[in-house]
């Protein structure tokens, strides 16, 4: 962009003096003398000056005792670092030296953490690089940076007498995707193909032994060849934390904070049901921050729901909807709260009506146990919720807001699930084979028996719909608890 604002005002000059008499073809001539210069240092030079290892970055090694949770990764991990560490050992038993180790998994799960971790444990240098730093337009450069990495990690090692390098490369699907995918596939094509070279090409007897590490959260892009065994031998599965697992990261990020009395582990672990490891970093980050703001000594249960919700939904908003809107709002969110009450009874964290990213209120919910498989009764409760918030509108407004329509794109996902997975009135269907007309019909049915069954539900409560929403206008947020004392109270 630079470029060309630059180079478009060279021009505009170039016309004015011309305009004026002044000879403008000394400057033409020059102009074209560098511009020739920086072209051949483009395609050249650039790679001769790429450095895709930034040393700072890279030479703070961690060890895996510093990674919490991944219990299946690092034991799949270690097992094969072994390979590397004890290569005498493999070579008696005749084994092939391990190469190339793919890390999948989602982002901030702790792959980068972990491939760090591989070259304490190995005692080895480490390199680090992303995908796209390997992808330019000009052809051949990206093969070179490859060659160059491959050839730093080696004389590194020498350098400081290592036996071993793991070189890391971040996002590999930029670089390893399947070839005759890109648009301009003649030099992803070619880089590709050179780090297969650099990879087959790793003798198991020389003197460094070099490991790739790579990392990608979509390894179904990634090309067949990268995969063949002899190159990425190992896939280890980085998952989303489950419930031990994000207390063992909360509690490594919380090791150096002052935490109150009043904070439990537990309780914070499972409302983070979902959460990455940098997720949970950020979250126990932005609480010291907020009891910083406040003056307080320690980091306190308030702090922390509130970072929750700002890592779930983003920065607070000064921008304030009119009383009115505000109010619709309230109701609508208490629909969705009251409805997942009494059907999960002490499923609510929290309500809130505060502007956060693009939303301007939700319900927090607790997760009670994690889990990865749903039955009918389950989405159907989850529909159902979805609809709260429109149902308590109509109730007590007479009429529907726009603020319903991301719900009802939820809820239709979710009574797509349905019928996906055999559960609908059609029993078990082929999405693909099924007529448009057919699936939304049942889709509608789905959504509609859900509607009149919360309908019924809020009508029996209207009077504690209004209380509670005028509550939450004032006070701007009502915790779980606070809901559940309403509902008692009415009993
Ligand atoms: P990406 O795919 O986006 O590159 P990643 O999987 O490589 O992400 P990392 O860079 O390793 O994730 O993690 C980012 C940060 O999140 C770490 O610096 C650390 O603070 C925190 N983190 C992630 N996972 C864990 C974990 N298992 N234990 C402790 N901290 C973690």
Same mark, same amino acid.
């Given at each position: ?9 060279? %021009? *505009?000059?170039?016309?004015? %003096? ?15 003398l ?21 040393? !700072? /970055? =890279?030479?703070?090694?961690?060890c ?21 560490r004890?290569? #005498? ?18 982002? !901030?799960?702790? /792959? ?9 444990y190995? $005692?080895?240098?480490?390199?680090a ?10 052809a ?6 490859v060659r ?24 590999? $699907? ?15 094509d070619?880089?590709l193909?050179?780090?297969?070279? #650099? ?6 007897d ?15 892009l990634?090309?067949?060849a ?37 904070v ?6 499972? #409302?983070?049901?979902?959460?990455s490891?940098?997720?949970? $970093?950020?979250?126990? =980050? ?15 249960? @308030?702090?922390?729901t509130? +970072? ?12 304030k ?8 709002? +309230?109701? @609508?969110?208490?629909g ?13 964290? *929290? ?19 994690d ?7 389950y989405?159907?409760?989850q ?30 996902e ?8 055999g559960?609908? &009135?059609?029993?078990?269907? &082929?999405? #693909? ?5 057919i ?23 209207e ?10 206008? $004032? /006070? ?12 008692s109270?009415?009993?």
């Open positions: 962009m630079i470029r060309e604002v630059a180079a478009g005002s060279a %021009l *505009a000059l170039l016309a004015v %003096l011309a305009w004026q008499g002044v000879n403008v073809m000394p400057l033409l001539f020059m102009g074209g560098f511009l020739f210069l920086y072209h051949f240092a483009g395609t050249r030079g650039t790679s001769k000056n790429f450095s895709p290892v930034q040393p !700072g /970055k =890279n030479s703070v090694l961690i895996f005792e510093q990674i919490g949770g991944q219990q299946t990764a690092k034991k799949e991990l270690l097992e094969a670092l072994d390979f590397v004890f290569p #005498e050992r493999v070579a008696r038993m005749g084994i092939r030296p391990l190469r190339g180790i793919l890390l999948a998994g989602p982002p !901030g799960t702790g /792959k980068t953490l972990l491939a760090k971790a591989a070259a304490a190995t $005692e080895s240098v480490f390199l690089a992303s995908g796209s730093e390997f992808i330019e337009i000009y051949g450069v990206g093969a070179q940076r160059q990495l491959f050839d730093r990690a080696r004389s590194l090692a020498l350098r400081e007498k290592k036996q071993s390098a793991v070189i890391f490369i971040d996002e590999i $699907e930029i670089l390893g995707g399947k070839r005759g995918s890109h648009a301009s596939h003649h030099e992803y070619q880089t193909n050179q780090l297969l070279v #650099e990879m087959d090409g790793l003798p198991s020389a003197r460094v032994r070099t490991l790739v590490i790579g990392a990608t959260n979509r390894s179904d990634l090309d067949a990268l995969l063949r065994p002899g190159r990425f031998d190992r896939i280890v599965q980085v998952a989303l934390p489950d419930l031990a697992d994000r207390m063992e990261i909360l509690t490594l990020h919380l090791s150096n904070k002052p935490v109150a009395e009043d439990t582990l537990d309780s914070l672990a499972r #409302e983070t049901f979902g959460f490891g940098a997720h949970l $970093e950020s979250l126990t =980050n932005e609480a010291a921050i907020l009891a910083m703001r406040e003056g307080s000594d320690k980091v306190r249960q @308030h702090h922390f509130e +970072a929750i919700d700002k890592v779930i939904m983003g920065e607070k908003l000064e921008r909807p009119a009383r009115e809107d505000l109010w619709r709002v +309230a109701v @609508h969110e208490v969705h709260a009251l409805v997942s009450e009494m059907i999960r009874p002490g499923s609510v964290a *929290a309500v809130t009506i505060t502007s956060r990213g693009g939303v301007l209120g939700y319900v927090r919910q607790t997760a009670e146990k889990s990865y498989l749903h039955t009918l009764d989405l159907e409760a529909i159902a919720i979805l609809m709260g918030g429109a149902v308590a509108e109509e109730l007590l407004l007479g009429t529907r807001s726009t603020g319903a329509a991301g719900d009802f794109a939820q809820a239709v979710t009574a797509r699930k349905i019928v996906a997975s559960m609908s &009135s059609l029993s078990v269907v &082929s999405l #693909e084979n099924l007529p448009g007309s699936l939304h019909r049942v889709i509608r049915q789905i959504i509609a028996d859900q509607e009149k069954r919360v309908r019924s539900m809020l009508a029996e409560r009077a504690l719909l209004r209380e509670v929403a005028a509550c939450l206008l $004032e /006070k701007e947020k009502v915790s779980g608890d606070a809901l559940r004392r309403f509902e109270k009415k009993q």
